[in-house]
């Protein structure tokens, strides 16, 4: 017997904001996703990265930059927008505790719809899920890198990417499956390229097994890349996340998996943000989209454009992470530009740098200064009450 043919639907990251969430709540995606309802109404699977709990949790936990959360009757409009799986493993997953976190997972579960990547203790986050439709078992594994939001043995969280068991995940999938789908949250915010180590580890898994391998957290549409029998995407952008005017944040683009008698065949579909409102793009925007895309997608090719593109962009952002290194505030920041950096060449000199890059470089140095740091945060971390 043939089996039918399946269609399968990723979209990037979602955050309902104040500008739509009233819609969602009322269940009127129409007003929210457009044209992009159909799309996701049409698939079997409709799969994407819910990058907040809904939760009415007050309570957040002590972490770097903001803390998202949206109200529980959101998850209506999602619904009713042919949403029906969720990946929680990314960085704001954890942003009200625990509490949020559960209250999310039994919400989903209480929709009868999916989630993956996240549960109340590591070996539920770790979780695969396998769904069946029309003849076919599709794995989707969902791991985050790690930030505040990862699990532990005992606690709440996402699923941390691991390079043993993440890579074992997809060994086993493969058993199992017919389709193995790894979203990968990770990368660097507004990067449209993959680093060198994030290409190899892509690559890696797609070596175990993986079949699809989708970055996300960028907020930018990346490249793509058919590698070996899988197909590895490195970024697509955000689906529905209305709180910054950054202009890559106003494209992005769905992800069409068809898989027919084990057949597997990828599109791309670019969708743009219109104040609050998620649409299909336009004639005119798909093609400049899709052009711009096959560009960075042929560049990637080469090893040596994927380094020297890294090496450039990690140079433009040296400064940012040696003023944090040296603990210098906004005045000595500024002064220190004007200064054509003075101080921090000068508390930054050679012997001191030389050390730096060794803690930084070597495993066991790194390992030691991972667990201490840990161990802080753990002792000084409390939740704060928000105010609504």
Known sequence: MTNQGLKIIIGGDVVPTKSNETYLMNGQAVSVFNGVKNT????????????????????????EGPCLKANPKSIDGLLDAGINV????????????????????????????????????????????????????????????????????????????????TLEDIRKSKVEADLTIVLYHGG????????????????????????????????????????????????????????SNHPMWQDGMLLEISLENKNTNIEFIPIVKKDSVIDLADDKDKV??????AERNNQIV?????????????????????????????????LDRRLNHLFSNMLLNNERLVVLYNFINCEAHLDVQRTFLEQSYQGSSKEHKVSP
């Open 188 to 243: 660097i915010e507004h990067y449209r390229y993959p680093s060198p180590s994030v290409q190899k580890l892509c690559r890696k898994m797609v070596e175990q097994g993986a079949d699809v391998v989708v970055c996300q957290h960028s907020h930018c549409i990346g490249a793509y890349e058919k590698y070996e029998s899988g197909h590895i995407i490195y970024g697509q952008g955000n689906l529905l996340f209305d709180v």
């Open 302 to 334: 080469s090893k040596d454009f994927v380094k020297n593109e890294w090496g450039a962009f990690c140079e433009s952002r040296r400064y940012h992470y040696l003023y944090i290194f040296l603990g210098f505030g906004r005045f000595l920041r500024r």
């Open 40 to 63: 996701l109404t049409s698939a079997d699977i409709a799969i994407v990265n819910l990058e907040c709990p809904l939760t009415n949790h007050d309570v957040s936990i002590k972490k």
């Open 288 to 293: 400049n989209i899709l052009k711009n895309f």
């Open 86 to 165: 969720f990946s929680l493993a990314n960085n704001h997953i954890m942003d009200f505790g625990a509490k949020g976190l559960e209250e999310t997972l039994e919400l989903i579960a209480g929709k009868q719809a999916f989630s993956v990547g996240a549960g109340m203790n590591s070996a539920k986050a770790r979780e695969i899920l396998y769904i069946q439709k029309k003849g076919y078992k599709v794995a989707l594994i969902s791991s985050a890198e790690h930030e505040f939001s990862i699990a532990q043995e005992d606690q709440a969280g996402a699923n941390p990417f691991d390079p043993y068991d």
